[in-house]
Structure formats: C-alpha cells, structure tokens
C-alpha cells in the first residue's frame, strides 16, 4: 500500500522557520501534483499549497503566500514545505497528498506548534 509520511513539524516561536517533509512510498508520485494541507484545533482541513509534477508550476493559499514555498524531489520521491515568518495561526497539523487530494492517501501529519 502507497503511503505518505509526514516529518519535520515542532515547536517554534513566531518569525521562525521550519521545513517539512513528505516522503512517498511509491515512485509513481513523482507524476502526481501533490499538496500541503492543514487542520488547526477545531477546523476544518485546509490547502496550503500544491506543486505539479512536470513544469513545477505553484500555487499556494492567500494566508501564506510569500511566506511559504513547496518543491519536490521526484528522485528522491519527497516533497517539502519551508515554512518562513511562521505566525500563531499557522498552528496545525499538516499534511501532504495528491493534488487534489485521496482520500486513499492522508496520513498521519507533522504537528506545527507557532508560540507567540
């Protein structure tokens, strides 16, 4: 079974950084879009940012473009997420998959934890 793991959440005060990572068990998403996605405390799950699979073109949500950036390595079947100026409100568990997204594919998350 295809699976996504999820690494590099912490806790880290605000303006800081961090990177997160997504590993993929099969070769076969390096020809898949794929996604960061987010669920903070008592909301609903939301994207974050996407990069394609051949051209790398990006998108990323309002609330942190310019402060984001999403990129993949298809030989190394991982996609990241550097996160910089990280805010309180970027606190929530975040997650990779297809884009759009599997259901098939969450896993279980890296936490992010932005203390004020």
């Known amino acids: 079974q295809v699976q996504l793991v999820e690494s590099g959440g912490g806790l880290v005060q605000a303006g800081g950084s961090l990177r997160l990572s997504c590993a993929a068990s099969?070769?076969?998403?390096?020809?898949?879009?794929m996604g960061w996605f987010r669920q903070a405390p008592g909301k609903e799950r939301e994207f974050v940012a996407a990069?394609?699979?051949?051209?790398?073109?990006?998108r990323y949500s309002d609330s942190v473009k310019g402060r984001f950036t999403i990129s993949r390595d298809n030989a190394k079947n991982t996609v990241y997420l550097q996160m910089n100026s990280l805010k309180p409100e970027d606190t929530a568990v975040y997650y990779c998959?297809?884009?759009?997204?599997?259901?098939?594919?969450w896993g279980k998350g890296t936490l992010v934890t932005v203390s004020s």
């Open positions: 998959n297809t884009d759009p997204p599997s259901r098939n594919y």
């Open positions: 099969a070769r076969t998403f390096s020809s898949y879009a």
């Open positions: 990069i394609s699979w051949s051209i790398y073109s990006t």
